[in-house]
DNA sequence: TTGAAATTTAACCTGTTGGTTGAAAGTTTG
DNA sequence: CAAACTTTCAACCAACAGGTTAAATTTCAA
């Protein structure tokens, strides 16, 4: 599973993000992602490896062509991550708040 | 407003979102976000100008204490754009807020 | 079989990142 | 004032990122 870390630094790139955007459409070959963009296609290449070792996409090859898909599921640790600033930590503090009334009513949260 | 990119790429470093979880629970100064790393001070001090430049907190000098808040609503155009590809939930920014001011009401920073 | 197509590899360049150390700057405190 | 505290700045370094071009590899097609 790849890391958080690969995983925003992956997105973190402009071209990259398109590139995602592009195979939300359908699959494609490497050279048809490479068209609209004014760089190499050996660049390009580079950027779909990055995409793949995050594990944003995935690469088979089917003849010479080798095609992306796109692989979403990769989003959701992030998308967790992200999440759990909003939630995670607002359960963890109610829940210890409700500890700490309930084994010290005396000293409890919002007594004093 | 910071880019897409500057966001994805601050949120790409361990140390970054470890900093980030902290300033969950209080606003922080320097030194104390410092303290359970094992790098040096400037190294910190450089990761919390990469914080400030995504716009994912905000510091702000009093005496010569600098204080560091977290400033979540930076989230918001990295979780639209992951939400876009249909599968995730945006951050609950409201629930998030609501959270923080009931966690913390009219707290000062350095109070304790 | 020859050649073209699709893609990667290799070598290279330049700019950035994440870390270091030591000095500097501004702020409090004795 | 002088010393201590908090933070940044400056210079430096190794590693990495993102791009290039040219050559290599694999596969298809005439």
Redesign the interface.
Known sequence: MAS???V??A????TR?AI??ML?EDDMAVTDVAEPFEMSLAAVSKHLTVLTLAGLISQEKRGRVKWCKLE?DA??D??I???S???F??VN?DAFEAFLAKEFPIHSPGED
């Open positions: 958080l870390d690969t925003f630094a997105l973190s790139d402009p993000r995602l955007q939300l979403p989003l959701r992030a998308s991550w992200m999440q600033f909003g939630q930590e607002a503090l």
